[in-house]
């Protein structure tokens, strides 16, 4: 497999980005395809690095932690349910 030549790693979002960009252009690309797969590996190892269970860290949000906005934006995005206000 083929090491991603960083200085830092990439947010996960840069790298997710660039996992798409590197699949989409795998069908129908001038590039090898073996150095389209061998960059994809790349990016998809390091993702997993990066959710690794010993690099996540578990810890409550509340008001007083975050700030009301952290809390906002979950509720929005993942809310299943109707929030009543008691």
Do not use: C, W
């Amino acid at each position: 497999m083929a090491n991603l030549p960083l200085e830092k790693p990439p947010s996960t979002a840069s790298a997710t980005g660039m996992t798409s960009e590197v699949q989409a252009l795998m069908p129908s690309s001038s590039v090898s395809s073996a150095s389209l797969s061998a960059m994809d590996g790349s990016l998809k190892q390091l993702l997993l690095a990066q959710f690794a269970p010993g690099q996540l860290e578990l810890r409550r949000i509340t008001y007083e932690n975050s700030g009301g906005g952290v809390l906002e934006k979950i509720a929005r995005y993942e809310a299943v349910h109707k929030v009543m206000i008691v």
